[in-house]
């Protein structure tokens, strides 16, 4: 402890104006800011409790209480018959950092609104969702005390021959309750599927551009991912997978994302005969099956491949996420007999069974009609905003952009030549609090080859009205640009 007297601390900038919570909590703030951002130094000596509360104009209570919160946590510390003084000695690293900014939004925050932005692709229309119902239905299971214990871990059986009627009927899936797996979204679906066929080092074949969560799994597991380029119309390049040797495929046939180009029965069945013949996997990820505006879904592979008697190869992937909502976090995994034990074996050694009161609710919303009303009124819907879409981008760019995909599913893609470039305008609308997703994020950067730009513009939560100011502010940044 230094002899000499020690340096008194400078209260005159210190605010708590800016500051949420209680008084007492902001000035606590306000103070460990100071300290931590290394505005006051070690050893400093704090004005009274009685000079601060003046200054302050807060009342000495309020002041005690907070420096007593700070000794607590050792910011400060008490000497007795002499005051308080900083007792944090920051280590170097940490000076160089910039100091907290009190209005600062803690990460988590913050990317929570960016995920949802205007444009976010496949956020489903939110406010359109029946969510007095849905919130009678998890209050009818709430209180249920034999849904409180431990559960199936493949999933409620009374959910899995919901899904299994609804699945036959609505997208002839051949399938029975016991080959379902309930997952937590789609994407365990997926993990599980692939730690279900494949060992380290085996070949993927997956299309680029593709789904990024997936590519992302297939990297951290190691396995060889080979690029299936997807032209713009043309979709995938069937010739290219049936002169593979991959040990598996996955793919998006109903609405590729994000290419939005569609596999038609022919193609769909010679994917089958490949699989089958070389006794290889297929996962059929069905996104966005659902949502086709132009025509009819086309039956799913596993479906076709089923009335064949040959589906054993196919494991086929759906998700609640856009039907329902996102945080919903429910999906399934339709798998062959063969796999069903496999699967379940390592969804034990993942995460254990599934939470169960929402599944409750969802077996009811499917059996009492309630998601198939709401899919028929989604589809109606999302008709029509894609409509506004099409209007908008066609009156404020003219034809200096092209729309790609297919009239299906919650997203709109892009593409142009020349001007702006996909990753400038991406930042530029997210400095003005718009989701502009470029081309390149679902893109490996080892698979890159095209010559033009894109991006995707998800429709599905933008309120109808919202539409064309949204495009009119896009087309502005675009044609600064030009
Ligand atoms: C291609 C694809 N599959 C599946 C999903 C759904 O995943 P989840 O059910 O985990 O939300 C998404 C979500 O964006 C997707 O883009």
Redesign the pocket.
Known sequence: MSLLSPQLIETGDLTIATLTGSRQERLFHAIRDKIVGSLWPMGGKLPSTRKLADELSLSRNTVTAAYEQLVAEGYIESRLGSGFYVSVDLPEHYLTAQPPRADRKPPAAAQALDLNAPFA??VPDLAAFPAAKWQSLLQRHAGRQSLMGNQDLQGLAVLRQALSDYLATSRSVHCNPDRIIITA????ALSLALLATLRRDDRILMEQPG?T??RKIIDWQGYQLQALSIQPYQGLDVHAVLSSESEALYL?PSNQ?PMGTTLNTEQRLKLIDWAVQGKRWIIE?D?DSEFQFAHRPYTCLQGLAGQMGCDDQILY?G????VMF?SL?L?YLVVPESLVERCLMIKDALTGDTQAHTQAALADFIQEGDLLRHIRKMRRLYKDKHHLMLDAISRFFGDQVEVISQPAGLHITLRWQGGISEDDWAQQAEAAGIMLRPMSYYEHPAHRTRDWQGAVLGFGNVASDAIDPLIARLATLFHRQL
């Open positions: 692709p496949g979204g789609a994407q365990q789904y969560q997936m998006t994302y990820d996104y992937v998700s609640f996420s856009k996102n976090r999906g």
